[in-house]
């Protein structure tokens, strides 16, 4: 059925193995033998076949159990990591006919800094501690070809100020902030440049609850306000329940299913889901 | 009148793997349709299968086979139980709204904001969607000290009302809603009817599960009895 | 050690065996092909400890023949111990002359300073470089500095000039962009001498003996500071004060303190170029958009 041109990211084939994959390494892993390492070569299929189609202002979640290969995804798609096969296309980017996933580090540099944001979870890995957090964020838009400092600082102002985070210590370095002031910073830096696509890994875990909630209420305005495209991965369904409107549930690097939020918390259909969503607090 | 809606041989049932695959039928083959602008009631005692059909039409649950024709603006004539999550996404943004018997909504929202959000999908800015959302919340009797407190800590009939205005305040074609009036005074219940009786001269189609006989009576054209996932009766009301 | 029978010397030619200078001559000439870019070399053992100034003295020694002249300054002074040292030392091994004079020498090494008299197209100035990777304080892996620089990916470096600017409010410390490409260090030289490497007519060699890396930036090559569009890059400032012993206002001065450690008096620090004032025999000095202001500035 005729969708339109609206789409924004458009994934195909997208599959990680990490060691020798032979012939049948895909088709002899996977939710079916319940596991991901290939019997013959002992590969390990981080995820395979994964194909999917993000709208713009839409909000996918991708849930699943430690390993099933959610964060490999969007470490590939924000080319963290190389691909073994699998295309991904992004709209506004070549009319949408590229395959980013195929083009040099430096165009993909430009795209991560103009199109992208990435919010991890573990501060560190999105954070330079060796900087402030001022100059976290100003990274991005030096990058996005910004070079006022009076204007990066104003930015950079705005950006804490609408992530709660004191401006008082914008020239601090995060490394002295707390876990949730960090992961604000964090999505401060990732939302910079005004991204139309969004990635979200396990953005609150490892958070207290009351810190949780508040970093998940503010992606919730934020995405409303600004109507960004979001990729929130998650193990935790109720954060897929806050923030999504479409959940892919993946297991041993495969989606097993996948539909609106609503449906797959109330009707869902693979044994593995019922067992997630059963499982929910 | 033309059909807004035509339901075809539904068929729904659970398939529960984690109670060793346990099988239940919840709707058996459903036929019927609704007219545009219609109010259309549907009754029966709880586990006849009325929440579930109407989730099977919102796209909460799959239906397990038969049709569901919505004739829609944006698509034209479309089967809700085949069309993409994204067509079935616009629809609900745009004009589809399903308001459930009990309030599900993001916690650390005002009662105010939790409504207003309604048109904010819909494009307003949040100024006038307050404004707008504080309207209906004082027409159906919200104490003025809860609009800017979270409804998760209201009373039943508190939450039941921001559910209802919710639902209403954008104004969608067709309206499925779950027990509208279930838990409301007298007086507020006649300002529900009222609003839903509104929305119906707009010319929107509304599928409503009901109860209460005089909601009954006051609110649908006509109704329809389910019982064990089947029709048993269809009404139509008796005018006046 | 063995001697050479032949050349009637204990050691070759200007020290260094020919292979070695031929490998030196080769990755300079890569060097200059590609402006700013580190090109790794063998870095030869000297009988100067690495870290003062073998580098350069690899490089010197390559290029000089018996007809070059050869001058040698420290900070702008021809005759401190560090300059005297390697000057007999190189006079000696290649047998060339030597001169303090500026505009005669074929062939200067320096530490620290670009001479105050404009260079000409048949100088070479050879840098003493002690860290040559501009990114190695943003970036503590080579694998990673040299994908950055081959990738062209200096984020970080702006990062370090934008918090440079908001610990210190002074971003003319920082590296310097060569001929659109590569960031580049241009070695601890003055902010002073920075607008003098752009578009040079002399031919700019820089050597790390210790990190055994040569870079170049030839003749009329475009050689910019790192500068935001409101903070900019500038040359050192004086505040008005003038040479003790000249009366010079525009050229690099030296603060030098009494003996009270509480007073202090400026001096030209280059010691040729105060030499020739003072002889009224003032030689051309270089011209810049920044000199151009200085002297502006002082005129009225």
């Known amino acids: 059925m005729e969708e339109g041109k609206d789409w924004l990211l458009k994934v195909e084939g997208l599959?990680?193995?990490?060691?020798?994959?032979?012939?049948?390494?895909?088709?002899?892993?996977?939710?079916?033998?319940?596991?991901?390492?290939?019997?013959?070569?002992?590969?390990?299929?981080?995820?395979?076949?994964?194909?999917?189609?993000?709208?713009?202002?839409?909000?996918?979640?991708?849930?699943?159990?430690?390993?099933?290969?959610?964060?490999?995804?969007?470490?590939?798609?924000?080319?963290?990591?190389?691909?073994?096969?699998?295309?991904?296309?992004?709209?506004?980017?070549?009319?949408?006919?590229?395959?980013?996933?195929?083009?040099?580090?430096?165009?993909?540099?430009?795209?991560?800094?103009?199109?992208?944001?990435?919010?991890?979870?573990?501060?560190?890995?999105?954070?330079?501690?060796?900087?402030?957090?001022?100059?976290?964020?100003?990274?991005?838009?030096?990058?996005?070809?910004?070079?006022?400092?009076?204007?990066?600082?104003?930015?950079?102002?705005?950006?804490?100020?609408?992530?709660?985070?004191?401006?008082?210590?914008?020239?601090?370095?995060?490394?002295?902030?707390?876990?949730?002031?960090?992961?604000?910073?964090?999505?401060?830096?990732?939302?910079?440049?005004?991204?139309?696509?969004?990635?979200?890994?396990?953005?609150?875990?490892?958070?207290?609850?009351?810190?949780?909630?508040?970093?998940?209420?503010?992606?919730?305005r934020l995405q409303k306000d600004m109507g960004i495209s979001m990729i929130v991965v998650s193990h935790d369904l109720s954060v897929i329940r806050m923030l999504t409107d479409r959940t892919m549930v993946m297991k041993n690097g495969r989606i097993v299913e996948q539909g609106l939020t609503d449906q797959i918390l109330q009707d869902p259909q693979h044994s593995y889901t019922q067992l997630l969503v059963s499982s929910l607090l | 009148m033309e059909e807004t809606l035509i339901v075809k041989d539904l068929h729904k049932f659970f398939f529960v793997h984690i109670l060793n695959d346990k099988e239940i039928n919840a709707l058996e083959g459903l036929n019927f349709s609704l007219k545009k602008g219609e109010i259309v009631g549907l009754a029966g005692k709880s586990g006849s299968g009325k929440s579930t059909l109407i989730k099977c039409i919102y796209r909460t649950n799959l239906t397990s086979s038969g049709q569901i024709i919505y004739k829609s603006k944006k698509y034209g004539e479309i089967d809700l139980t085949k069309a993409s999550d994204y067509q079935i996404l616009n629809l609900r943004k745009t004009e589809m709204t399903y308001c459930s018997q009990f309030l599900s909504v993001i916690p650390r929202v005002t009662a105010v904001d939790v409504v207003a959000e309604s048109l904010i999908t819909k494009g307003y800015n949040w100024d006038a969607a307050r404004k707008t959302s504080k309207e209906y919340l004082s027409r159906?009797?919200?104490?003025?000290?809860?609009?800017?407190?979270?409804?998760?800590?209201?009373?039943?009939?508190?939450?039941?009302?921001?559910?209802?205005?919710?639902?209403?305040?954008?104004?969608?074609?067709?309206?499925?809603?779950?027990?509208?009036?279930?838990?409301?005074?007298?007086?507020?219940?006649?300002?529900?009817?009222?609003?839903?009786?509104?929305?119906?001269?707009?010319?929107?189609?509304?599928?409503?599960?009901?109860?209460?006989?005089?909601?009954?009576?006051?609110?649908?054209?006509?109704?329809?009895?389910?019982?064990?996932?089947?029709?048993?009766?269809?009404?139509?009301?008796?005018?006046? | 050690m063995i001697e050479l029978k032949k050349f009637r010397r204990q050691y070759n030619y200007a020290f260094i065996d020919e292979d070695t200078k031929k490998e030196i001559r080769r990755k300079l000439l890569k060097a200059i092909c590609i402006p700013g870019y580190q090109v790794p070399y063998s870095s030869p053992e000297m009988p100067v400890s690495r870290g003062w100034?073998?580098?350069?003295?690899?490089?010197?020694?390559?290029?000089?023949?018996?007809?070059?002249?050869?001058?040698?300054?420290?900070?702008?002074?021809?005759?401190?111990?560090?300059?005297?040292?390697?000057?007999?030392?190189?006079?000696?091994?290649?047998?060339?002359?030597?001169?303090?004079?500026?505009?005669?020498?074929?062939?200067?090494?320096?530490?620290?300073?670009?001479?105050?008299?404009?260079?000409?197209?048949?100088?070479?100035?050879?840098?003493?470089?002690?860290?040559?990777?501009?990114?190695?304080?943003?970036?503590?892996?080579?694998?990673?500095?040299?994908?950055?620089?081959?990738?062209?990916?200096?984020?970080?470096?702006?990062?370090?000039?934008?918090?440079?600017?908001?610990?210190?409010?002074?971003?003319?410390?920082?590296?310097?962009?060569?001929?659109?490409?590569?960031?580049?260090?241009?070695?601890?030289?003055?902010?002073?001498?920075?607008?003098?490497?752009?578009?040079?007519?002399?031919?700019?060699?820089?050597?790390?003996?210790?990190?055994?890396?040569?870079?170049?930036?030839?003749?009329?090559?475009?050689?910019?500071?790192?500068?935001f569009e409101d903070v900019k890059f500038n040359i050192n400032d004086f505040n008005g004060a003038a040479c003790k012993r000249s009366g010079e206002k525009v050229a690099f001065l030296e603060e030098i303190f009494n003996e009270d450690g509480k007073t202090s008096y400026h001096m030209v620090n280059d010691t040729n170029y105060l030499d020739k004032i003072m002889d009224n025999n003032r030689p051309k000095q270089w011209n810049n958009k920044y000199l151009v202001k200085k002297r502006k500035e002082l005129n009225n």
């Open chain 1, 15 to 220: 599959t990680k193995i990490y060691g020798n994959p032979s012939e049948d390494t895909v088709s002899r892993t996977g939710p079916l033998f319940n596991s991901n390492i290939c019997p013959k070569t002992g590969a390990v299929v981080a995820c395979a076949d994964i194909n999917l189609t993000l709208h713009s202002g839409e909000v996918l979640g991708i849930v699943g159990e430690s390993g099933s290969g959610k964060s490999t995804l969007v470490k590939l798609l924000y080319f963290d990591q190389e691909s073994t096969s699998g295309a991904a296309y992004l709209n506004d980017y070549e009319d949408g006919e590229q395959d980013v996933l195929k083009i040099s580090n430096q165009q993909k540099r430009h795209l991560k800094n103009h199109k992208m944001g990435m919010v991890y979870q573990n501060p560190r890995d999105g954070l330079n501690f060796r900087f402030s957090s001022g100059g976290n964020i100003a990274e991005k838009l030096l990058m996005a070809d910004n070079y006022h400092v009076g204007q990066i600082r104003e930015k950079a102002t705005a950006l804490l100020t609408s992530t709660e985070v004191p401006v008082a210590r914008m020239d601090e370095s995060p490394k002295n902030f707390s876990g949730g002031m960090q992961q604000r910073v964090q999505i401060s830096k990732a939302i910079a440049n005004n991204p139309p696509l969004l990635f979200l890994d396990e953005v609150t875990t490892g958070l207290d609850v009351s810190v949780q909630a508040k970093v998940l209420d503010m992606i919730r």
């Open chain 3, 53 to 227: 100034g073998t580098g350069a003295l690899h490089i010197s020694l390559a290029i000089i023949g018996k007809g070059d002249t050869y001058k040698v300054i420290d900070q702008g002074d021809d005759a401190s111990v560090n300059a005297c040292n390697i000057r007999s030392f190189v006079e000696k091994t290649a047998e060339c002359k030597t001169t303090f004079d500026t505009g005669k020498a074929s062939v200067i090494q320096t530490r620290h300073r670009v001479p105050e008299e404009e260079l000409t197209e048949d100088q070479i100035i050879v840098f003493q470089v002690p860290d040559p990777e501009p990114l190695r304080q943003v970036e503590p892996y080579t694998k990673i500095t040299r994908q950055m620089h081959a990738e062209g990916d200096y984020a970080k470096m702006w990062v370090a000039l934008y918090e440079s600017y908001v610990q210190t409010g002074d971003i003319s410390k920082g590296p310097v962009l060569v001929n659109d490409r590569y960031i580049m260090s241009p070695s601890p030289i003055q902010a002073w001498d920075i607008p003098n490497l752009n578009n040079s007519r002399c031919l700019n060699l820089f050597g790390a003996g210790r990190e055994k890396r040569i870079y170049a930036v030839p003749p009329y090559t475009k050689v910019e500071p790192l500068e």
């Open chain 2, 140 to 240: 159906l009797r919200l104490p003025e000290e809860l609009w800017d407190a979270y409804p998760s800590t209201f009373s039943g009939g508190e939450q039941q009302r921001i559910n209802v205005a919710r639902a209403i305040i954008s104004e969608p074609d067709f309206l499925l809603i779950d027990e509208p009036t279930a838990s409301l005074d007298e007086k507020t219940k006649d300002v529900v009817i009222d609003m839903v009786l509104k929305l119906k001269e707009k010319g929107s189609t509304v599928l409503c599960i009901t109860h209460d006989p005089y909601t009954m009576e006051k609110l649908t054209d006509r109704s329809i009895y389910l019982k064990h996932g089947k029709i048993i009766e269809e009404h139509v009301a008796s005018v006046g």
